[in-house]
């Protein structure tokens, strides 16, 4: 296994511990706010992997099939775990219904690339599919550490986490429901143009039929 691929699997190992530290056995092993830093520290770092997998696999010439199989499928075992982990451990900023929209959107353009790749062509990443994942990265740490603190107080300087949060998350949604709509509509396109195709030339065959 190569060191883009190494890297991935880090990031799929990483999701037990992910969950084990936003459940309430590990909340009552932590002394106060060390369960939320070390949830947020680990998501981030996950995070982080995932665009130095991709980048190493570029510069080094080790695209793989494993990997290419592997990363979205690290990408949506994070994403998965943080939210339904995240409904249990701050409901008052995640409810079930988030969790919901957020799993239900990567089944969905999951499913439209596999339809997609079935038909002989692929639906591209979006800038609005990079921007769902950021919103993401930072929806999910702000909730983990709202769990913990309202605001930070730094000398007169204070942030307000609670209301950071809440933000993300809602802007999160709106992002994801947008960018899901962006890739179905992508798809529509290719798919109803590949139909167009595909009846273009049948109808030229069977003119040159004697």
């Known amino acids: 296994m190569n060191l883009p691929n190494s890297i991935t699997m880090s990031r799929i190992c990483s999701v037990p511990l992910l969950i084990w530290l936003l459940s309430r056995s590990f909340h009552g092993h932590a002394m106060y706010g060390e369960q939320e830093i070390f949830a947020s520290l680990l998501f981030i770092l996950a995070s982080i992997t995932d665009g130095v997998d991709g980048y ?8 793989t099939t494993m990997g290419m199989l592997l990363d979205p499928l690290a990408d949506k075992l994070m994403v998965t775990a943080a939210f339904i982990s995240l409904v249990e451990f701050n409901p008052r900023i995640v409810p079930a219904w988030i969790a919901v929209l957020v799993i239900g959107r990567e089944f969905l353009v999951s499913g439209l690339r596999s339809i997609a790749a079935s038909e002989g062509f692929t639906i591209e990443a979006s800038e609005l599919g990079k ?20 605001v930070w107080r730094f000398g007169w300087f204070i942030l307000p986490v609670h209301v950071i949060a809440v933000t993300a998350i ?24 590949a139909a167009k195709t595909h009846r273009k030339s049948s109808l030229v065959l069977s003119r040159k039929k004697p």
Not at 56 to 62: D, E, I, S, W, Y
Not at 131 to 150: E, F, P, R, Y
Not at 170 to 193: E, G, L, N, P
């Open 131 to 150: 921007l769902k994942m950021v919103t993401q990265v930072v929806s999910v740490v702000a909730a983990i550490l709202d769990h913990g603190w309202n």
């Open 170 to 193: 809602y802007f999160m949604a709106m992002v994801s429901i947008i960018s899901a709509t962006d890739y179905f509509v992508a798809f529509w396109r290719k798919i109803d143009h």
């Open 56 to 63: 190493l696999a570029r510069k080094r010439g080790q695209i």
